[in-house]
């Protein structure tokens, strides 16, 4: 009976250890299985968080070129309006209208010129009765219409240029389509020549017309020396004294703004002519004026 309850006690020892241990053996496995779900968590997290740094940097880098583009954009707008623009002051603008004047005569450009002289009027007294007297008197005045045509390759029926800022009163220049439209007022002068020696502080001689010494049908415009020395050089001519003024001498110049070539140029002035004792053959006369208005124009530049 002893050994059956032994047997018995051994059998009901057995099974709780068994029971125990199978207990112990579910607590094990749930710390693994709670690892096993929580590493998942934490590699995904890394993932999704790596695209949102690449994502916010790119836009970044974009939206610096974009901003460097426009900027250089402005810029080369600017540069362009800046190369446009027309000179301003009166240096700026004579140095244009000069270099036109001077790049037209070096180039040997061709152009054809117009001179249109008109008397105001003109008082001589009885020498002027002797129609040789009165033709020799608008030849050296250049009264009349006068074409002259410069082909290309030559240099003629043209002055250089050399306008300072000293020489006339305004200057002015607009742009408009590439051209350059220049308008100047030059500042009146006067001339004069006698026995005693002659004299020209006249700024119409730097203008660009044609202009120089001796007496040339070709001239635009005469000084008091030119006439003195013309009228004394005539048969049984002569005169004592002259002196020539000129006012209202106006500018209009176009220009081309990128090559800088002279395309059209006009000049108007205004001038009188006194003479003092002109004596021809045997009449002689205290005094002598002739007025007259002039028109220059150069146009139809090839070059």
Same mark, same amino acid.
């Given at each position: ?65 974009? $901003? ?27 140095? /244009?209208?000069?270099? +036109? $004047?001077?790049?037209?005569?070096? @180039? ?17 007294? @009885? ?5 040789? /007297? ?11 219409? @006068? ?13 250089? +240029? ?7 009163? *305004? ?8 051209? #350059? ?10 001339? !004069? ?8 502080? *006249? ?7 044609? /202009? ?15 006439? #003195? ?8 001519? !002569?005169?004592?004294?002259? *002196? ?60």
């Amino acid at each position: 009976m002893k050994k059956v309850l032994a047997i018995i006690l051994a059998l009901a020892l057995t099974a709780g250890c068994v029971v125990f241990l199978a207990s112990c053996g579910n607590k094990t496995t749930e710390p693994e299985t709670t690892a096993m779900t929580e590493a998942p968590v934490e590699e995904t997290s890394e993932d999704v968080s790596a695209p949102a740094e690449e994502s916010t940097e790119a836009p970044a880098e974009e939206s610096t070129e974009a $901003v460097t583009e426009e900027t250089t954009a402005e810029t080369t707008t600017e540069e362009t309006t800046e190369a446009k623009k027309a000179p301003e002051g009166k240096e700026e603008i004579l140095k /244009v209208y000069n270099d +036109a $004047v001077n790049n037209a005569i070096s @180039k040997k450009a061709g152009y054809s010129k117009t001179r249109v002289t008109n008397i105001n009027s003109l008082e001589g007294g @009885k020498i002027l009765d002797f129609q040789v /007297v009165k033709d020799a008197v608008n030849d050296f005045l250049g009264v009349g219409t @006068k074409n002259y045509n410069n082909s290309k390759g030559k240099a003629e029926y043209m002055g250089k +240029a050399s306008l300072s800022a000293s020489d006339v009163s *305004s200057a002015t220049c607009t742009e408009k389509d590439g051209k #350059y439209t220049i308008e100047i007022t030059v500042n009146n002068g006067s001339s !004069s020549a006698s026995g005693s020696g002659k004299s020209d502080n *006249s700024a119409i001689n730097r203008t660009g017309l044609y /202009v120089g010494s001796g007496d040339k049908s070709e001239f635009d415009y005469k000084s008091a020396g030119n006439v #003195y020395d013309a009228l004394n050089g005539l048969d049984e001519a !002569s005169v004592q004294a002259v *002196s020539v003024s000129t006012n209202s001498i106006k500018i209009t110049a176009v220009v081309d703004a990128e090559s800088g070539n002279l395309e059209n140029l006009k000049i108007t002035f205004n001038f009188t002519a006194d003479l003092t004792s002109v004596k021809y053959l045997i009449v002689t006369v205290k005094s002598a004026t002739g007025k007259a208005n002039t028109t220059v124009t150069f146009k139809d530049f090839k070059y």
